[in-house]
Structure formats: structure tokens, C-alpha cells
């Protein structure tokens, strides 16, 4: 199975900040990398798509970057409703796989 | 809009059943196969597998044969995870999402259902 880990585990910041959580695989997995956000009592909501497309409706403050085994994810001038956990994920091959998460939460 | 939409929470004791539905809207329910990811309290995600909607075939991540199931209801949209003979391990939320077949990303989510093992 691929493994994916990702860093840092939490994570404090201010309100406008900039963030950056990463992702590292344990095999090339292409731009097969996925971001999720997960608030409590939400359903979970998928960020970034194929390592750096934005789906519809996510604001352009979210950005993803990486190909191969790197991959990060930026949130740009952090807002209230961007604090919640992160999940990358990989697609590659099966079975799919998740980070092991990131909470952000304000300082 | 695409909507997955969970039923609620459930509170089981050892050995016992649940089924827990997800019920989709918007979109035509055989385009998309439908995903399970299980939530242990204070973990991360994990993905349990899919099923193909289209011919009803599940796929099974490791750990999670047995004694769960995955099933359909295509006459009314409805997708079902079934977990038989319920241990405390099994305490989590448990979410459906739509998968994009070919990328493999999950697009759309229920909210969830609560499922707690307690006697």
C-alpha cells in the first residue's frame, strides 16, 4: 500500500497568515494526490483535486502544488472558516490512502 | 445540487447489526461509484472501499471483509453499509462520497453517521 505522511501533524497560525501543510508518498504517484477538509459536524469537502486544481466553489486562497512523491498545500490569508483538519489522499492505486491528517487551529 | 445524504446516528450494542444508508440526489446514481471512509474517534480517515453502482460489485480495502457489506437500492438512489457482529472498535463516523471514476478523488460527501458500539 502507498504510504502517505503528512507534516506537521498540527498546526498554529494567525488569522491572514499563510499555511503550508505538506505530503510526502511513499512511491511516485504522478499528480495523483488529493486535499480534503474536514470541520466537525460538516460534511468533509475536497479542496484540491489532481495535486493543484481548485474545484468549483473552493477560493482561490487555496492553492496545491507537487507531483511524483511531494506535495504541499497552501491556504493563503487565513479566514475563520479555513480552521478544520486536512487529509491528503492518493489515488495511484488501490487501495486508496490517506494522510495521517493536519488540525490547524488559530493562534 | 449533488446531494449525499446520510441517515442518522445509530447506538448498538456488541454483536448486533447496523445498516447505514446514503441516499444520493442530483446527479444519475449509476454514473458515480460510491466510496465508504470510516472515522475512529480522534484518528484520521480510512478508506473501507467502493461499490460500482452500475452492477452492484463492492471492493473491500484490507480489514474491512467479512463483516462488512456494502449494497444498493438503485430504485431509489440508495447506497448501504452493513456492519454484522459490531465489536467497540467499530465506533466511528462512517461517510459516503462520490468517487470520479478515473481520478479517483471524492468529490461530493454525506455529513456522516455516528455509529456507537457500547453495552
Known amino acids: 500500500d502507498i504510504q502517505l505522511t503528512q507534516s506537521p501533524s498540527s498546526l498554529s497560525a494567525s488569522l491572514g497568515d499563510t499555511v503550508t501543510i505538506t505530503c510526502r508518498a511513499s512511491q511516485r504517484i504522478d499528480t495523483y494526490l488529493h486535499w480534503y477538509q474536514l470541520r466537525p459536524g460538516q460534511a468533509p469537502r475536497l479542496v484540491i483535486f489532481a495535486a493543484s486544481t481548485l474545484p468549483t466553489g473552493v477560493p482561490p486562497t487555496f492553492s496545491g502544488t507537487g507531483s511524483g512523491t511531494d506535495f504541499t498545500l497552501t491556504i493563503s490569508g487565513l479566514q475563520p472558516d479555513d480552521i478544520a483538519s486536512y487529509y491528503c489522499q492518493q489515488s495511484f492505486s488501490l487501495p486508496y490512502t490517506f494522510g495521517q491528517g493536519t488540525k490547524l487551529e488559530i493562534k | 445540487q449533488v446531494q449525499l445524504v446520510q441517515s442518522g446516528s445509530e447506538l448498538k450494542k456488541p454483536g448486533a447489526s447496523v445498516k447505514v444508508s446514503c441516499k444520493v440526489s442530483g446527479y444519475t446514481f449509476t454514473s458515480h461509484a460510491l466510496n465508504w471512509v470510516r472515522q475512529a474517534p480522534g484518528q484520521g480517515l480510512e478508506w473501507m472501499g467502493w461499490i460500482n453502482t452500475n452492477n452492484g460489485n463492492p471492493t473491500y480495502a484490507h480489514g474491512f471483509g467479512g463483516r462488512f457489506v456494502f449494497s444498493l437500492d438503485t430504485s431509489v438512489s440508495t447506497a448501504y453499509l452493513q456492519i454484522n457482529g459490531l465489536k467497540a472498535e467499530d465506533t466511528a463516523v462512517y461517510y459516503c462520497?462520490?468517487?470520479?471514476?478515473?481520478?479517483?478523488?471524492?468529490?461530493?460527501w454525506g455529513r456522516g453517521t455516528t455509529v456507537t458500539v457500547s453495552s
Open positions: 462520497a462520490r468517487d470520479q471514476v478515473a481520478a479517483g478523488y471524492m468529490d461530493v
